[in-house]
């Protein structure tokens, strides 16, 4: 078995979903099992659907009567549904870290405490790594990643300071993407600082807000009347629009209106007002709990 990370808010994202026993309920993001697997416990007569686009993750699929394991990306989610005869689900959870597993396999590139080559890819059979973005974005191209996805005010330096370089000689590894930055990295902030950077080009990869967007409509469609909703956020980018959409209904947060003042187009209602956070024992035994924000939302009838 590959461990992937050690389930965030399990007791409080299970208690979210709101189990029926014969219920049909889905996980998007398995890695090694840890929130399925208390789902199962929970159901009798029922069936749990679970995805992930990552090929290490089949390795961990229990074997259950009660479990369909689906080697795809969740952006997909509706349509695997409805080849495996599902229209409607009681219920879906997203855990949306990256997993321990994908920090500490040098292999993947994600972490720029090790040296490995650039890649960032959650499917390894995707086309477009962290290389490619590095070795020919353009400088316009580059300045956005870093400022919309990394939330990085010197966007523009980074990205001027990449072109330069790679212009020299190819950006290949992470820690030399690293150390070609230490020009325009804050003292005192160097992991936070090298960690947006990182975040900004895996998100760029894997197209992760996208497949939030796309992922969340399709729960509206999915999930049937007082369903439930949980999803699992590490930063504020993918949170934000986990809230929006929650509220609103939208992406932009605007609450439309009929004539009568009232809301409409808005398919879920917050169960949890207030965003749930680990408790601190929780981020003391672990330490990758510490960003996660939970957010559960109810289907309107």
Known sequence: MIEYHKPVLLHESIEGLNISSDGVYVDLTYGSGGH?????????????IAFDQDSDA?????KSKK??????????FK???EYLGYQKVNGVL???????????????GFSFRNDALLDMRMNKLSKLTAYEIVNTYSDAELSNIFY?????????????LIIKS???KEIKTTLQLAELLKIVTPKGLENKFLAKVFQALRIEVNSELDALKEMLEQCAETISANGRLVVITYHSLEDRL???FIKAGNFEGNINKDLYGNAINVPFRAINNKVVVPENSEIIENSRARSAKLRIAERNE
């Open 36 to 48: 399925s697997k208390e789902i199962l416990k929970k159901i009798k007569g029922g069936k749990l």
């Open 148 to 160: 919309c996805y990394g939330e990085l005010n010197n966007s523009r330096k980074i990205a001027d």
């Open 242 to 244: 986990v809230k929006k």
């Open 58 to 62: 089949i390795k961990n699929a229990v």
């Open 166 to 168: 790679r212009n020299n």
């Open 94 to 108: 997203a855990d949306l870290g990256v997993s321990s597993h994908h920090f500490d396999d040098l292999s993947r």
């Open 67 to 76: 479990l369909e394991f689906v080697h795809g990306n969740f952006r997909f």
């Open 79 to 81: 349509n695997y549904l």
